[in-house]
């Protein structure tokens, strides 16, 4: 993933994943409420999670777009939903009865249209408010509507944002709705919900004797041991011409011990000798050597 100097401070993966969880409850939610109040089929689907700057979510909304601010207490910072206004219009044309053409007016709402329509927005933070939940517990209210993105300035050019993209279907058409939360208002309390939960005394004193019962129980394993010379590198075409007879120069010095090696990993060192009629070594150090 390229790394970018402008934002230095990103979504780790811990923290996307509660996002795309809380977000993934919210769509859940948000379906059955534009079903339930537009009275059609309709399906919200969570699309992704990111972090970009303000100004580079202001440039990917078309205008006009339906904007609804927010705040979000204990959050620093206001908050935004954008939703097309097309489909902003379907939603008013549902919810008074009409079919819900595509073909809507590209023009702001009338004082009813936004009556109607801000119903619906109450409904959706409220349902945000309880996908987030367990995050951080939101207290959202809407502040405000705007129509134009550059106008709607709830953030500073290069302050950075979560943006959430979601797809909206009502009936047969398709559009995408996305919100943004001020990352650094949001930072501290993804920090506190992927902190891990505290341990208590009697789990604690648990996770000890289980790590005393595993290393008594690793000390009865039986393992493979070999005494060996280091490795010596030969040719195939001189591996291909030995004889009986043939001496090969080994590359371990003459003073130098042998490997103790378990699974080609060399833990030991020692001198070899003999006790009685058998061959044996003695470990002379248990410091791996540098080669």
């Known amino acids: 993933m390229p790394y970018d100097f402008r934002q230095p401070i990103q979504l780790s993966r811990e923290h996307s994943r509660n996002l795309q969880l809380g977000f993934d409850s919210f769509a859940r939610q948000a379906t059955t409420v534009f079903t339930s109040l537009l009275r059609t089929v309709c399906q919200v689907q969570l699309v992704s999670v990111q972090q970009l700057s303000y100004d580079e979510y202001i440039d990917s909304l078309p205008a006009p777009t339906y904007l609804t601010k927010f705040l979000a207490e204990p959050m620093s910072g206001q908050g935004m939903v954008a939703m097309p206004l097309s489909a902003a219009m379907a939603s008013i044309d549902h919810m008074l009865g009409g079919p819900g053409s595509p073909f809507q007016p590209q023009r702001p709402l009338t004082e009813i249209e936004g009556s109607v329509i801000s119903h619906l927005m109450e409904r959706l933070l409220h349902e945000m408010r309880y996908g987030l939940a367990s995050i951080v517990d939101l207290e959202l209210s809407a502040t405000g509507v705007e129509y134009s993105p550059q106008f709607a300035q709830v953030a500073g050019a290069g302050d950075a944002m979560v943006v959430v993209l979601l797809d909206l279907r009502i009936g047969e058409q398709t559009h995408q709705m996305s919100l943004c939360l001020p990352f650094n208002g949001l930072l501290p309390h993804l920090q506190r919900a992927a902190a891990p939960a505290p341990v208590s005394d009697r789990e604690r004193a648990k996770k000890a004797q289980a790590a005393e019962m595993l290393k008594a129980q ?38 130098a011990p042998l490997d103790v090696v378990v699974d080609d990993t060399t833990f030991a060192h020692a001198t070899p000798g003999a006790k009685g009629p058998r061959l044996a070594a003695l470990i002379v150090d248990a410091t791996k050597e540098t080669r």
């Open 218 to 255: 690793f000390s009865l394993v039986p393992v493979d041991v070999s005494i060996r010379f280091r490795t010596t590198h030969q040719d195939p075409h001189r591996l291909g011409s030995l004889k009986p007879g043939d001496v090969l120069r080994l590359s371990h010095p003459s003073t």
